[in-house]
């Protein structure tokens, strides 16, 4: 009856039939959620306190800087003032002066900055982290398959950006 090219033709088409239901009921439950990693690290507890611990870290250095460079300022408005006075040896020697404080103000800003952007980053990956495990249970609770970070546009029904945030923020996450 059958030959044996069409029993293989009805057993492919059985497979493919038997994997397509199966693709069918397993779409119908997927779940897809968002998270706007952004806003979790500007709005949450632990981004606001690594935000403070920084200000509080550097607020001395910047106060420094500050203060020298309002010195430097200071010092150049003063050799202006003092100029139609001063002899050709005193102006240059003055203008060293000046051109060293200067080349000193510059590297002790830069190192400002840099050290700053150091431990920035260094905050910035701790809070990477946390918000990740966030996510993982959240996505693990409430059975999600995939949570995404990075999209065009999603409906607002599949944002989890508010459970993450209560996630991270609770006590019981460990983020102290």
């Not at 057993?11 to 779940?31: D, E, H, K, N, P």
């Not at 460079?69 to 200071?74: D, G, L, M, Y």
């Not at 495990?133 to 950006?161: G, N």
Request: some cysteine; overall charge positive.
């Amino acid at each position: 009856m059958f030959t044996r090219t069409h029993r293989r033709l009805v057993s492919s088409f059985c497979v493919l039939l038997a994997l397509a239901a199966c693709g069918t009921a397993s779409a119908q439950q997927f779940r897809l959620g968002y998270v706007n990693v952004d806003r979790v690290m500007r709005d949450s507890v632990l981004g606001k306190r690594a935000e403070e611990a920084l200000a509080v870290e550097f607020a001395v250095r910047a106060k420094a800087g500050k203060d020298q460079a309002q010195a430097f300022s200071s010092a150049v408005a003063q050799l202006e003032k003092d100029m139609p006075n001063l002899s050709d040896e005193q102006r240059l020697e003055r203008q060293r002066r000046l051109g060293e404080q200067q080349r000193e103000l510059n590297r002790v800003s830069e190192a400002f900055k840099a050290d700053q952007e150091r431990r920035r980053g260094e905050e910035l990956q701790k809070l990477l982290e946390a918000t990740s495990r966030a996510v993982k249970q959240v996505a693990e609770t409430e059975r999600f398959d995939a949570i995404l970070q990075e999209i065009v546009y999603i409906r607002p029904a599949y944002d989890v950006t508010d459970k993450v945030l209560k996630t991270l923020d609770s006590p019981a996450s460990g983020n102290k």
